[in-house]
């Protein structure tokens, strides 16, 4: 069904993709909004709704239904694995708790040939 319904939002995305590129602008009609020229037309300022405008509603209702569908699903705990066939292992035994390794002792440096050596604390 996820898969039929993928399908489904990826025509339908598609295809207002589409209804959207072909509609006219609507930008040469601001004027009539605000009450210039056709706001005595039966049907508003705007006029009436073309067919093109009604199949964008449409599409962008089944695109919003089936993207929410589709995420309800994605949401939901799958059914099925792959490894349902495999038989569980024996748990292996827990590890023994190891000790602690002391630390080592700091390492004593050691002057080098021809260095001068520190000088002796002045009493």
Do not use: D, N
């Amino acid at each position: 069904m996820t898969i039929l319904l993928t399908i489904l939002h990826i025509i339908v995305s598609v295809a207002l993709i589409a209804i959207v590129l072909l509609q006219s602008g609507k930008g040469a009609e601001m004027g009539a909004s605000f009450g210039a020229g056709g706001s005595q037309s039966v049907f508003g300022a705007t006029g009436g709704t073309t067919f093109l405008s009604k199949l964008t509603t449409g599409a962008a209702t089944i695109f919003m239904l089936t993207s929410l569908v589709l995420a309800y699903l994605s949401g939901q705990p799958g059914t099925s694995s792959i490894m349902s066939s495999k038989v569980p292992a024996k748990p292996a035994a827990p590890a023994q708790p190891t000790q602690p390794r002391p630390m080592a002792p700091p390492v004593q440096s050691t002057p080098v040939q021809g260095a001068p050596a520190p000088a002796a604390p002045a009493k």
